[in-house]
Structure formats: C-alpha cells, structure tokens
C-alpha cells in the first residue's frame, strides 16, 4: 500500500495559477495510476483527472478541465501535479490526490472503488 500527501493548496485570486502535488511513499514499487479529485463545500467529491502510471496516457472530467488544469506525474519523485491555471471561484475545493492500479473507467465510478486517497489540500480562490 502507498501513502499520499498532497500540498500546494492555498489562497488565490480568481485568474491566478496554482500548481498541486501529490507524494506517494511506501510501496512505491506497484505501478499506480494517480489522480485528482475535489469537493466543494456541499458537493459530493468529483473527478478531476488522472494520469497513467507511465505517464503516457491522461483523462480529465472534461474539456473545460482540460482547458485550464495540465496532470503529469515524475516517477522518479513518486509525485503527480495538478497544474491549474485561470482559476476561477467555482474551483474552491478541497483537491484530493488518489491512487489505483487500475487506470481507466474506474476513476469515474464510484469513489469508493479506489484504492488510495490523501487527505487533500484546499484551494480557494477569491472573486
């Protein structure tokens, strides 16, 4: 089993640039896909993005995502980022960084079906 931690998060204004990490110690050695989720306050969790455990292959919630966050990962660091750019209010959150060996449909499922999750970092971004 892995651990994660994330950090990054914090106070921006709207249309600033914010970049998350996500850190995974202990069984480092399994080939993880890792990704990205958040919850707004009163809002259930959602997907965000994920990123292959190669790094070859990535998927976002959507394209409005894709427009404005970049997720890559460097394996030798054992870390995932999250960049995002032109935030706006409506992504306050709190960013949670997962984990799974699996990559695919199963990031869009349930999340409970994932196997890792951190403790998230919180973002929020003034109007």
């Known amino acids: 089993q892995v651990q994660l931690v994330e950090s990054g998060g914090g106070l921006v204004q709207a249309g600033d640039s914010l970049r998350l990490s996500c850190v995974a110690s202990?069984?480092?050695?399994?080939?993880?896909?890792m990704g990205w989720f958040r919850q707004a306050p009163g809002k259930e969790r959602e997907f965000v993005a994920v990123?292959?455990?190669?790094?070859?292959?990535?998927?976002y919630a959507n394209s409005v995502v894709k427009d404005r966050f970049s997720i890559s990962r460097d394996n030798v660091r054992n870390t995932v980022y999250l960049q995002m750019r032109n935030l706006k209010p409506e992504d306050t959150a709190v960013y949670y960084c997962?984990?799974?060996?699996?990559?695919?449909?199963?990031?869009?499922?349930?999340?409970?079906?994932?196997?890792?999750w951190g403790r998230g970092t919180l973002v929020t971004v003034s109007s």
């Open positions: 997962a984990a799974d060996r699996r990559y695919g449909s199963t990031w869009r499922g349930p999340v409970g079906n994932l196997e890792v």
């Open positions: 202990g069984h480092t050695e399994s080939r993880y896909a």
């Open positions: 990123v292959s455990w190669s790094g070859g292959m990535s998927d």
